[in-house]
C-alpha cells in the first residue's frame, strides 16, 4: 500500500487504477466464457449433432460351450424360439385391471360417485370374462408347447415369487436412502410403486420348435400380453442316459446272474448349473457390470435387460469367462457409412469331469438297484428295509487333483433349478435336491480322519512315527462308559479292546484309543492348524460357488486356530468327531495329499484354472506316510481291516479279493450325525409333535487305488451315505462298484 501512495500520490490516480483492475478482470472472464461458447460447447453440440446423424444397434454373442474332459457338449446355446406373457398377465393384475376399465366405461355417468367397495363390486360383475381370456391363454400354451398345467402354475409361482422378493429389496433399498437423507422412519406408501420387472414380459416356454412358434404367432393378437421371439436357447446336452450295471458281483441276495439297464437322469444339473434372467445387481451392485457405465462410455459385455446370467455350478462360477462380448454397428445416416464391431463369442469350459463315468456313478447311487437303499446286513435301527438313503461321492486324479467324478443324490431336473430359490427351504428339507452335496454339505468326517490325525501327531512330533498305544477299550481308566473304542460296550455285554497297536494297525483296525491319545497328545491348537493345512476348514477352491469350507475350529485376527477349545474336544477330533466338519470334496483332496506322499494340491475342475492350482507341502517323513498308507492296505486286505469284508447270516463277502493287478487303500468311516428332524417350531429341539425324520451315524469309505507298476495311487474315491450306518457294511459294497466303474471306462 505504500509503494501505491508513492507512485500515485492522488487518491484520484489510486481509484482510476482500481477501477481499470475491475475493468480488466471483468473482461477476462468474459473472454473466458467466448472461448468456451465458441469451441468447447460447440464441440459439445457438435458431438451431439453428430450423434443425431448416426444410429447405433448391438449384435448378439454366443454364450461359450461347456464340454466335459473327452468333448462332450454339456450346455451350448442353440438358435429357438420363447414363449413370453406380460407379467400382469401372470400375476392376475391384467384381469382385475381390465375389468375395472369396462366397469368404469359401462358405468361413467356414476362413476366418481361411487365409493371404493361399490366399484370393486361392479368390477367384480366383469371379471369373469377376462379371467376367461387368461384362462384360454394357458390352456393354449399346455396344448400347443407341450407341458401339463401343474408344471406351468409352478413356472409362474416361481416368476411372481422371484419379482415379489425383487420387489421387496427394492423397496427397502428406497426406504434406507430416504431414511438416510431425511433422518426419519420411511412408510411403504412413500417408496412403494411398480418396478421395472412388474413390467416386463417372461419366457414361460422356452426351446419350442420354429413350427409351434409360427402356430403361436397367428394367435398371439387375440391373446393378452403373448409374445413368441427367436432367441438364444442355452440346451443342456447328456442330462439323461442309460448305464449298463453287472450285478453277478453284488452282495448277498442282491446279486443276480444278469446285466442291468438303469436309466441315469438330470446327471450333471448341480455341477454345470443353469440361466437365470439379469437382475438389478448384476448391474448396479458392487461387482455388477453395466452396459453403460458412470462416465456413458459402453461396456459390450455389459448386461442389458432381457439377458441370462449364470445360475449355481460353472455356469455361474464362469460366468464371465463364458458370457462373451456383443458386436455394435454404428450408421451415419447423412453418409450411410457403417463402423462394425465383431461380437467376441464366450469361451468354451473343458470339465475334468468325465461324464459317461459319471452316468455310471450315479446309476449304482439309484436305490432302485438295491445298494443305496437299507438292507438288512445295515443292521440299520432307525429305518426299516428298503428306505432310499442320500449321498455323495467325488473321484480324484491324484497326480493332477482333477475332479474325474462328483455325484449327488437325489437331483433334480434342469428346469426346477432354473427356479429353485437362491436361499430358503429346499422342496423338501430332507432330500435337499437343490443341494450339489459334494461341496455343499458338512459332515463329521470321523474315522475317515484317522490317518490325517496321525501323520499330523507324528509330523509335528506329539508323538513318534512308531509309536505304541495300548488300548483297554476306554481312554480314561476311571471312566469306562466315556471316549470308548468301538467294540467296548459294557451295556451290551462287549468288551473288545485292541491292545497294543502301532500306527498301521491302529489304523486298519480303526481304534478309537490310538487316536484319542494323538489328539489328546497334540492339543487343540496344534491339532486345528494341521488340519487346516490339510484342506479341512476353508474352501478348496474347486470353481463352485456353492462351495462351503467346512468347520474346524479357529478365532477372527491374531488368534491362532483351535484357540479356546478345551483338551476334550481335541479327544474328539482325533476321531473326526467333536466340533469338526467337512465335505466329501475336502476329505478326498486331504486323502490325495497323503497318497502324494504329503503334498496337499487344490481340486481343479475347469482346465482353464490349471494355471490358478495352489499346492503345499506337508513336510511328512516318508516313514509316516508309509505308516498310513501301510494301514489303509490292511484296512482292505487284511482280514482284520475294517475294510475287508462284510458278513451277513454267517456267510462272509470279501470287498477287494477279485481286483487283480489293482493295489487298494481303504479307511472306513461310521460318523456319529446330528438326528434330523422336522423342526416345525424352529427351535433347535425335538418337540413331541415333530417328527424325526432320520437318526443314526453316517457311513463313509475312502479308497486310494493304485495300478499295476505305478509308484502311487492313481485315483481317490471318498463316498458318504447319510444315515446309512456303519461305513463298512454299507459303503463298502458301493466303493467296491466304484472301482470296477472306473476300470469299465478306462481308468484303471
Not at 504329503?598 to 516318508?622: C, I, T
Not at 481317490?716 to 463298502?732: C, N
Request: glycine residues 10%; charged residues 25%.
Amino acid at each position: 500500500m505504500t509503494f501505491l501512495r508513492r507512485l500515485f500520490p492522488s487518491m484520484f490516480h489510486r481509484r482510476l487504477l482500481l477501477l481499470g483492475g475491475v475493468v480488466v478482470l471483468m473482461c477476462g472472464v468474459l473472454s473466458a466464457q467466448l472461448v468456451r461458447l465458441t469451441l468447447l460447447e460447440h464441440r459439445k453440440r457438435l458431438a451431439d449433432a453428430e450423434s443425431a446423424l448416426q444410429t447405433t444397434w448391438t449384435k448378439p454373442t454366443i454364450r461359450g460351450r461347456i464340454v466335459d474332459r473327452k468333448g462332450r457338449v454339456l450346455a451350448e446355446d442353440q438358435p429357438g424360439w420363447e414363449v413370453k406373457v406380460d407379467y400382469r398377465v401372470i400375476n392376475g393384475d391384467w384381469a382385475f385391471d381390465e375389468a375395472s376399465r369396462e366397469a368404469k366405461s359401462k358405468n361413467r355417468q356414476r362413476w366418481a360417485k361411487l365409493g371404493p367397495y361399490e366399484r370393486y363390486a361392479l368390477t367384480e360383475q366383469y371379471l369373469p370374462q377376462f379371467r376367461e381370456r387368461e384362462e384360454q391363454l394357458w390352456r393354449l400354451l399346455c396344448r400347443t408347447a407341450d407341458i401339463g398345467r401343474d408344471e406351468l402354475e409352478q413356472r409362474k409361482r416361481a416368476i411372481v415369487r422371484r419379482v415379489q422378493m425383487i420387489r421387496a429389496t427394492v423397496f427397502d433399498s428406497r426406504a434406507a436412502r430416504l431414511a438416510e437423507l431425511t433422518d426419519e422412519p420411511i412408510t411403504l406408501d412413500r417408496v412403494a410403486g411398480q418396478i421395472r420387472e412388474e413390467r416386463t414380459r417372461y419366457a414361460l416356454v422356452s426351446d419350442v420348435s420354429e413350427a409351434t412358434a409360427m402356430r403361436l404367432r397367428k394367435q398371439a393378437e387375440q391373446h393378452p400380453g403373448l409374445t413368441v421371439e427367436p432367441t438364444k436357447v442355452r440346451v443342456y446336452a447328456l442330462q439323461r442316459a442309460t448305464v449298463e450295471i453287472d450285478r453277478s458281483r453284488f452282495p448277498f441276495h442282491l446279486a443276480r446272474d444278469m446285466v442291468q439297464v438303469v436309466p441315469v437322469d438330470h446327471l450333471l444339473t448341480h455341477v454345470v448349473g443353469s440361466m437365470r434372467d439379469v437382475w438389478a445387481e448384476d448391474v448396479t451392485g458392487q461387482l455388477g457390470r453395466p452396459y453403460r457405465r458412470a462416465d456413458k462410455s459402453i461396456d459390450l459385455g455389459g448386461y442389458l435387460p432381457g439377458d441370462r446370467v449364470g445360475k449355481r455350478g460353472v455356469e455361474q462360477f464362469a460366468e464371465g469367462y463364458l458370457r462373451g462380448i456383443r458386436g455394435q454397428v454404428t450408421t451415419q445416416l447423412d453418409t450411410g457409412e457403417q463402423t462394425v464391431v465383431d461380437p467376441v463369442p464366450g469361451r468354451d469350459v473343458r470339465l475334468t469331469i468325465d461324464a459317461a463315468l459319471q452316468a455310471r456313478l450315479r446309476a449304482l447311487l439309484d436305490p432302485e438297484l438295491g445298494l443305496m437303499a437299507v438292507q438288512d446286513w445295515h443292521r440299520n435301527e432307525n429305518a426299516g428295509t428298503g428306505t432310499p438313503l442320500n449321498g455323495s461321492a467325488v473321484v480324484l486324479e491324484v497326480d493332477s487333483g482333477h475332479v474325474l467324478a462328483m455325484v449327488g443324490s437325489p437331483t433334480m431336473p434342469i428346469e426346477l433349478a432354473v427356479d429353485l430359490p437362491e436361499q430358503g427351504d429346499w422342496p423338501t428339507k430332507w432330500d435337499r435336491p437343490g443341494v450339489c452335496r459334494p461341496v455343499a454339505s458338512v459332515y463329521p468326517p470321523g474315522s475317515t480322519l484317522k490317518p490325517i490325525v496321525y501323520s499330523i501327531a507324528a509330523g509335528t512330533r506329539a508323538i513318534q512315527h512308531d509309536q505304541v498305544f495300548t488300548c483297554n477299550g476306554h481312554l480314561l481308566p476311571d471312566k469306562p462308559h466315556s471316549n470308548r473304542c468301538w467294540g467296548w460296550r459294557p451295556r451290551e455285554g462287549k468288551y473288545l479292546k485292541h491292545g497294543p497297536l502301532a500306527p498301521a494297525e491302529a489304523i486298519a483296525r480303526s481304534c478309537n484309543i490310538f487316536f484319542y491319545t494323538c489328539g489328546k497328545r497334540l492339543g487343540p491348537d496344534r491339532l486345528c492348524e494341521g488340519l487346516y493345512r490339510w484342506g479341512c476348514g476353508d474352501p478348496t477352491g474347486v470353481g463352485m460357488a456353492e462351495e462351503v469350507g467346512g468347520f474346524v475350529p479357529s478365532l477372527d485376527g491374531d488368534n491362532p486356530p483351535g484357540r479356546g477349545l478345551t483338551q476334550h474336544n481335541a479327544i474328539l477330533i482325533g476321531i473326526g468327531q467333536g466340533p469338526v466338519s467337512a465335505t466329501v470334496l475336502q476329505v478326498a483332496c486331504a486323502h490325495a495329499a497323503l497318497a502324494r506322499g504329503g503334498y496337499w494340491l487344490s481340486p481343479v475342475l475347469m482346465s482353464h484354472r490349471q494355471s490358478e492350482q495352489v499346492g503345499r507341502d506337508l513336510g511328512l517323513h516318508q516313514r509316516v506316510v508309509e505308516n498310513a498308507l501301510q494301514g489303509m492296505h490292511e484296512s482292505a486286505n487284511a482280514a482284520h481291516g475294517t475294510g475287508h469284508h462284510i458278513t451277513h447270516a454267517g456267510e462272509r463277502f470279501p470287498l477287494f479279493g477279485d481286483f487283480d493287478g489293482l493295489t487298494i487303500r481303504a479307511k472306513t468311516g461310521t460318523a456319529q450325525a446330528p438326528v434330523f428332524f422336522d423342526d416345525a417350531n424352529r427351535n433347535g429341539r425335538i418337540d413331541e409333535d415333530e417328527r424325526v425324520i432320520r437318526r443314526g451315524p453316517h457311513s463313509w469309505f475312502v479308497t486310494h487305488v493304485q495300478k499295476s507298476g505305478d509308484e502311487r495311487a492313481s485315483v481317490v474315491i471318498a463316498l458318504i451315505v447319510e444315515h446309512g450306518g456303519s461305513g463298512g457294511r454299507v459303503a463298502g459294497p458301493i466303493m467296491q462298484q466304484f472301482i470296477r466303474a472306473l476300470q469299465a471306462e478306462g481308468y484303471l
